[in-house]
């Protein structure tokens, strides 16, 4: 089982950037598909972005299109989140996940998660 670690939180104003960092220890790095997901106050966790395996082929919810980019480094064990512009709206506690399944279009087939890092935009 993969064990998974954000960092890079914080506190900000709109129209700033951070990048998140999410390190991977315990499995093989380069056999998961992995995701970022986030959840807001009083709201459900709603998908972000996710990468395969190689890199090659990411996914992003509208919501951050063209503002969010998604990356890994297996060398590293390690997947990032860059988000620049960032709204008030994007205020949430920012979760990595790592999927072992062929699809992992869904939340559910997500087996591990991280802790979870803060990340508040304010206006």
């Known amino acids: 089982q993969v064990q998974l670690e954000e960092s890079g939180g914080g506190l900000v104003q709109a129209g700033d950037s951070l990048r998140l960092s999410c390190a991977a220890s315990g499995g093989t790095f380069s056999r998961y598909v992995m995701g970022w997901f986030r959840q807001a106050p009083g709201k459900e966790r709603e998908f972000v972005a996710r990468l395969s395996r190689s890199g090659g082929t990411v996914y992003y919810a509208d919501s951050v299109k063209g503002r969010f980019t998604i990356s890994r480094d297996n060398a590293k064990n390690t997947v990032y989140l860059q988000m620049d512009s960032l709204k008030p709206e994007d205020t949430a506690i920012y979760y990595c996940?790592?999927?072992?399944?062929?699809?992992?279009?869904?939340?559910?087939?997500?087996?591990?998660w991280g802790q979870g890092t803060q990340v508040t935009v304010s206006s």
């Open positions: 996940a790592a999927c072992s399944r062929y699809g992992c279009s869904e939340r559910y087939e997500y087996g591990n």
